[in-house]
Every structure is written in structure tokens, then in C-alpha cells.
């Protein structure tokens, strides 16, 4: 147990439609990662925060936004959903940012219908 | 811009004999590398991190890597494979500023008995 915890484990949905992934990072851990996972693109960075502030944005699509809270939690937003953006939505969080390790939920399984 | 390279997708051994998953890597400084590794229907963990200490690594459950600068390698090996090691492993760098993980795209690694 990595101790990021990650909510739903499992997400169905229609396309066309908005969710919403949560993310608790371990406890004392400032940064929050999100990764997304798919069979055709591997795994891919999408976006960090430090500290409720963005840091740095990878291959983020305009429609998916995220933010971190006062206490730390991170929600990944995903909104006009098309088939392609099913996949495993991972968080991960560390201390701080840089060449710290990275601990890693168990994901969120997003399928688009 | 960093990048790693993982030669094999799929990697087939019996249980008892050693085991090499190979990764090199694109960097234009001495980059941070992790292996990663995910078993089925899990998160990632973390397996073992260089970060410009010991070119040799050991990491959890008997794995280790070398990091070779001169080949820009950072294969990961074990002596003995085990049936819990079937799984699929990410070699992964990081940039030293934002911190974000840049991965391969995985080995599968089966164990035959």
C-alpha cells in the first residue's frame, strides 16, 4: 500500500459526459501527479501540482482540467468524454518535486461508452 | 528532451534462471532513472531509483540495475526468477526540474514454471 488513494476504482460512462477522479496523496506529500494510461499511448504524464499550484503540464487535453485543494487532495476533471479517453487514470504523489520518488495509487478505471 | 528505451516488449523465462530487462536512455545530462513495475490489474511500484550515487542499484525482491553511462543503459536484472516477478516493469527518467516521469513502454515479463 503506497498509501495515494485514488476514488472511484471504476467509472462508466457515456460520451459526451463530465467526471470527476479524486486523489488523497500520502500524508505530508505536497506534490500530485496524474498519469493517464491507455493500451495505444502507454503511460503518460498529464499534469503536477505542488503545493495547489500547477507546476508543469504534459499531454493534457483542453477538455480535462485539474486542480489541488487547501488540504492537499487533487480531482482530475474530464469533460465532453470520447471513446479514446478510456483508460487507467493513475495520481501519484511525492515530498516535494524534482528527482523525488514518486508513490503511485491504484488508479482509476475510466471506461467511455 | 529525455527519453527511455525499453529493447524487448515481452521477455519469457523459467522460473529458477536469471532475468534481463533491457532500457536505454536519452538524456543531455546525467538524468534521475527508475524501474517501475506493475502486476496485473495493480498500481505501479516503485523498484528501484539511480540518482547519481552508486551506479549499481539493488532494489526490492532481489532485483538490481547498473547505470552505465558510456552505453546509456540502465538495464534491470535478477539472479533468479520467481513466479510472483510475471509482471510488467516501466524504466522510466525523469527531467530535474519539474520532476515529471517519462516512461517507457514497458516489458512484459513472464515466468514459465
Known amino acids: 500500500d503506497s498509501g495515494v488513494t485514488q476514488t472511484p476504482k471504476h467509472l462508466i460512462t457515456a460520451t459526451g459526459q463530465r467526471v470527476t477522479l479524486r486523489c488523497s496523496p500520502r500524508?505530508?506529500?505536497?506534490?500530485v501527479y496524474w498519469y493517464q494510461q491507455s493500451l495505444d499511448q502507454g503511460l503518460q504524464f498529464l499534469i503536477q501540482?505542488?503545493?495547489?499550484?500547477?507546476?508543469a503540464k504534459g499531454n493534457i487535453l483542453e477538455r480535462f482540467s485539474a486542480q489541488q485543494f487547501p488540504d492537499l487532495h487533487s480531482e482530475l476533471n474530464l469533460s465532453s468524454l470520447e471513446l479514446g479517453d478510456s483508460a487507467l487514470y493513475f495520481c501519484a504523489s511525492s515530498a516535494a518535486s524534482g528527482e523525488d520518488t514518486q508513490y503511485f495509487g491504484p488508479g482509476t478505471r475510466l471506461t467511455v461508452l | 528532451a529525455q527519453s527511455v528505451t525499453q529493447l524487448d516488449s515481452h521477455v519469457s523465462v523459467s522460473e529458477g534462471t536469471p532475468v534481463l530487462l533491457r532500457c536505454n536512455y536519452s538524456?543531455?545530462?546525467?538524468?534521475?532513472l527508475f524501474w517501475y513495475v506493475q502486476h496485473p490489474n495493480k498500481g505501479l511500484q516503485l523498484l528501484l531509483k539511480y540518482t547519481s550515487a552508486a551506479t549499481l542499484v539493488k532494489g526490492i525482491n532481489g532485483f538490481e540495475a547498473e547505470f552505465k553511462k558510456s552505453e546509456t543503459s540502465f538495464h534491470l536484472t535478477k539472479p533468479s526468477a520467481h513466479m510472483s516477478d510475471a509482471a510488467e516493469y516501466f524504466c522510466?527518467?525523469?527531467?530535474?526540474?519539474?520532476?515529471?516521469?517519462?516512461f517507457g513502454k514497458g516489458t512484459k515479463l513472464s515466468v514459465k514454471p
Open positions: 522510466v527518467v525523469t527531467p530535474l526540474v519539474s520532476g515529471n516521469l517519462i
Open positions: 500524508s505530508g506529500d505536497l506534490s
Open positions: 501540482y505542488y503545493n495547489g499550484e500547477e507546476r
Open positions: 538524456s543531455s545530462y546525467s538524468p534521475s
